[in-house]
């Protein structure tokens, strides 16, 4: 079983930037698919940015080149460092894990953490 506690999140101006990151809890960190997710106001939950256990990475169309995701096994941790923020960034943000990659690339992991606010403004 993982537990997820992220934390970095806050209120930037556009441009600026946030790390974000995700402490893991369990024997089974390093062989967990891990994923940040963000969810906007009236919008649908979205796929930010994935790593599998073997250190594939995919990245939604719209934070390529802008944020990068990376893990540390021996620290238990999942990070997301975001440049170039833009208003439209402003959601909540979600670590996210499962032992079955394919869970998390649908979207449906079975473990989450409990969010983090992200706040980009003009």
């Known amino acids: 079983q993982l537990q997820l506690v992220e934390s970095g999140g806050g209120s930037v101006q556009a441009g600026g930037s946030l790390r974000l990151s995700c402490e893991g809890t369990g024997d089974t960190f390093r062989d967990a698919s891990m994923g940040w997710f963000r969810q906007a106001p009236g919008k649908e939950r979205e796929m930010v940015a994935r790593m599998s256990n073997d250190g594939i990475i995919v990245y939604a169309p719209s934070v390529k080149g802008r944020f990068t995701i990376s893990r540390s096994n021996i620290k238990k941790m999942l990070y997301l460092q975001m440049d170039s923020l833009e208003p439209e960034d402003t959601a909540m943000y979600y670590c996210?894990?499962?032992?079955?990659?394919?869970?998390?690339?649908?979207?449906?992991?079975?473990?989450w953490g409990q969010g983090t606010q992200v706040t980009v403004s003009s």
């Open positions: 996210a894990a499962d032992l079955m990659a394919s869970r998390l690339r649908d979207g449906r992991p079975m473990y």
